[in-house]
């Protein structure tokens, strides 16, 4: 058996004991057993460089650590995906080449196209590793990870009517936009951390809007019904042609997006919003705001008169860090005054950032305002809730005294004049 062929039969094996189980899949022990066939081939030599040139940044255990974290999630990136099974609609990993994926299926490849796939990625990376900065962001998406073996890795594009799993199609970010929303989070997330088994409240809340972000952010919605079914996996390992898709690069836009947006919330704490501006990673104005990057994310704030708060883009209240608190620390069950959603429903393939999964079109949004605008896009819900206003004026007119007209209509008047812009 030739060192491919060993590699192949560990990555299935491994793969074929995860199924039908509740455990969670780790890549350790495959990659344990994967290691001494990866020493008779070219990919080893690329290992030690990626692990000396680590180890030159940091120290000889972290740079180790952290090159064994790297190839880990190379493997992971290459060989394996997270997809849901038919007809029971669990979400299991597989490797590239078997069950759940045939040859139809667009996220195929076969084992000698994943191994490519790999060593192009490591290889390449030996060069990159070059850069500090680059480094640096490697410890911290080690560190900070919010997904299992998370990395600045991506597809070039998202590809409809061939295979998207293939040599030229992947990318390594090293932009800003990884490096800002990795210092965004490691900062916000610090405390995590460091802290004693009494974690205090301000890490409980900051965990807590990081996990309503991740699921939202990066894993698809559960639709078990229609063409492209979704359960939880992630959104560039689902079917390209879903609305569920998203690349990797569209998911971390949209975590800087939402955490921009929390960092605006009324009473969020100022030490923290000091410290997010002294790194120069929170903006100084809400009003029309967007991050000047490379490729800048649209942080999506809704233009406002006279307003230094984040808004629901719906009710337009102010949305509080001190209530968002109290819901963490006494939850009631089945309620959730705090939601991240789209703001337009997501449609069929488009260009058009403002109906997909983008950061043009997610936003915090309060359970009124979820309740109001269920599946209506935001230009409905808006026109839905100009129309009400509209018919109790006309009804007001008719029905009530002068003094129940002021106390329920100038209000109205006043709420949607001055704060809603369109």
Not at 142 to 154: A, M, R, T, W
Request: charge should be negative; include cysteine; proline fraction near 4%.
């Amino acid at each position: 058996m030739t060192p491919e062929e060993r590699i192949k039969e560990i990555l299935e094996q491994a793969v074929a004991r995860e199924e039908g189980t509740s455990n969670r899949f780790s890549m350790s022990a495959p990659f344990k057993a994967i290691l001494p066939a990866l020493e008779e081939t070219l990919s080893i030599e690329c290992y030690k460089n990626i692990k000396a040139s680590l180890a030159a940044s940091f120290t000889n255990k972290v740079g180790k650590d952290i090159a064994e974290y790297v190839l880990q999630s190379i493997f992971r990136h290459a060989f394996l995906i997270e997809a849901v099974r038919k007809p029971s609609g669990a979400t299991n990993m597989s490797v590239r080449w078997d069950a759940p994926l045939d040859q139809n299926d667009y996220r195929y490849a076969s084992y000698d196209k994943c191994f490519e796939i790999f060593e192009m990625l490591v290889s390449s990376l030996k060069e990159d590793l070059d850069e500090q900065e680059n480094r640096q962001l490697l410890k911290l998406f080690k560190e900070y990870g919010l997904l299992s073996y998370e990395l600045p890795l991506d597809y070039k594009n998202r590809v409809v009517g061939r295979y998207i799993h293939s040599i030229d199609n992947f990318t390594w970010m090293w932009d800003e936009l990884p490096k800002r929303t990795l210092k965004l989070r490691s900062l916000l997330l610090a405390k995590k951390r460091t802290a004693n088994k009494n974690k205090t409240d301000q890490i409980l809340l900051l965990e807590a809007a990081y996990s309503k972000i991740v699921v939202k952010t990066y894993l698809t919605d559960r639709a078990q019904t229609g063409d492209y079914k979704t359960n939880r996996e992630k959104r560039w390992e689902t079917e390209p042609e879903s609305v569920q898709f998203a690349l990797r690069r569209d998911c971390l836009e949209i975590e800087y997006t939402l955490v921009q947006q929390l960092c605006r919330f009324k009473d969020f704490p100022s030490d923290i919003s000091k410290l997010l501006e002294e790194e120069g990673l929170l903006e100084a104005e809400v009003n029309g705001v967007e991050v000047v990057l490379a490729n800048p994310p649209h942080l999506s704030y809704e233009i406002l008169k006279g307003s230094s708060f984040f808004r629901c883009p719906i009710t337009m209240d102010e949305l509080d860090f001190d209530e968002f608190q109290r819901e963490v620390t006494d939850p009631e069950h089945g309620k959730a005054s705090f939601q991240v959603g789209h703001k337009n429903p997501l449609k069929a393939i488009n260009d058009d950032p403002y109906s997909g999964h983008s950061a043009q079109n997610i936003s915090w949004i309060s359970a009124d305002g979820n309740r109001i605008q269920g599946h209506l896009s935001l230009k409905e819900a808006r026109a839905l809730i100009r129309k009400i206003y509209k018919n109790y004026e006309d009804v007001l007119d008719e029905t009530t005294t002068e003094s129940q007209e002021v106390s329920l209509t100038e209000d109205f008047e006043e709420f949607f004049e001055e704060n809603l812009e369109n």
